[in-house]
């Protein structure tokens, strides 16, 4: 296969493994609690990570001027954005959890534009004016009526921002490090912010669930494919074809959890959550060819 067409199947792999990740934790969420379900999905990430880089990478180690960015980038992913998406996905529907997550790109650039003095075009206000209004037209459907809980609302608009803050100190990570190494140590700090919270808050219940074979596999598929796995093949597709290009793949990501939400947890789908799902992917398409186009006039 030729190596163009192998690199954009690895980034559809990657979204379809990342869409499948908010019906994994909904089942996981059946047995775990949201803080024992991320923790454990981070220290069984790290472990296969860690183990992957001493197989067929060279170790890297930190140096001690970027302690505190690996430290400060962590906070915010995978502390801060898992803290979001997990108590927003268990108190809302799969589907909408995974579009209000995937305007992460549509907000990245308001967020340059004020940090980085990138410029803001009126395409990107275009965007997010459509986004906002098809989330309004999933959350309120057709008798205008709030159709989801507030609080999970409010939970995944945290995780979003949180992941727009974590690009800024992404981008400053890249310039030193690999994808790999980045997401491999952040994913043991984001394990040892949650130890506390898992101790205090979840252990006793965490003790008290019976193993089976749903919750087992659901687990190890979250931490395997879509903590793990997931973020290899769309480190290489980044490596190749670059973040602005990789980006657009994102879009898939709402599209992959409603199919399989509707086929294995019933999810039901009116005409008023179909067609503001697609006015979301709309705006945030727009955005990103926008973006995209401006990023193939600078190379």
Known sequence: MDKRYTIHLMAVISMLLWGLSYIWSKIVFQYYHPLTTVFLRLVISSIILISFIHLFRKPRKIKKEHYKLFVLSALFNPFFYFLGES???????STISAVI???????????AFFTLKEKLSPINIIGLILSFTGIMVMLFGNHFS??????????????????????????KLTNYY???TIITYQNIIGAFYFLPLFIIFDFNHFIQVKLNTELVTSLLLLAVFASSLAYILFTSTVRVIGISKSNIYTN????????????????QFPFSKI??????????ILSQINRLKNKDLQE
């Open 146 to 171: 709030l159709n989801e809980n507030p609080f999970g609302i409010l939970f995944l608009f945290g995780a979003v921002a949180s992941a727009v803050v974590y690009g800024v100190y992404l981008k």
């Open 178 to 180: 690999s994808s790999l």
């Open 87 to 93: 108590f927003g996905l268990n108190l809302v529907s």
């Open 252 to 267: 898939l990501i709402p599209g992959f959890t409603a199919i399989f939400a509707y086929f294995t947890l019933s999810e």
């Open 275 to 284: 067609f503001g799902m697609s006015i979301v992917i709309l705006g945030v």
């Open 101 to 111: 997550v995937s305007t992460i790109p549509l907000f990245t650039p308001i967020v």
